[in-house]
């Protein structure tokens, strides 16, 4: 079982930024692919941004594209999402997730962590 760990969430302003961090517990989540999801309250989880294992793939949903950039760390079982240019509309519980196997941004991903809050004031 591979236990996913987010930080970084917390209350900012409109056009304030936020880095979102998220570790893989398993040395082997350095060969995952690895992804951003968002559950605004009253409203579905929605894919945010995804990252292939080796870093070569991106994708973005269209209300984050130019604002959140996803990347990894050196050590491949951390990725990141850099959130500039926040809205009030981004105010939402953001999960990492993860999966083995060919890549596909929107999964199937088995490995979720509990999420962190991010809230954004206007």
Known sequence: Q???VESGG????AGGSLRLSCVASDRTSST???GWFRRAPGKER????AISW???STRYTDSVKGRFTISRGNARNTVYLQMNSLKPEDTAV?????YSGSY???GPYNYW???TQVTVSS
């Open 10 to 13: 917390g209350l900012v302003q």
């Open 54 to 56: 080796n870093s070569i």
């Open 104 to 106: 596909a941004p929107t």
């Open 94 to 98: 953001y999960y990492c997730a993860a």
């Open 2 to 4: 591979v236990r996913m």
């Open 46 to 49: 929605e894919f945010v941004a």
């Open 32 to 34: 995952y692919n690895m």
């Open 113 to 115: 962590g509990q999420g």
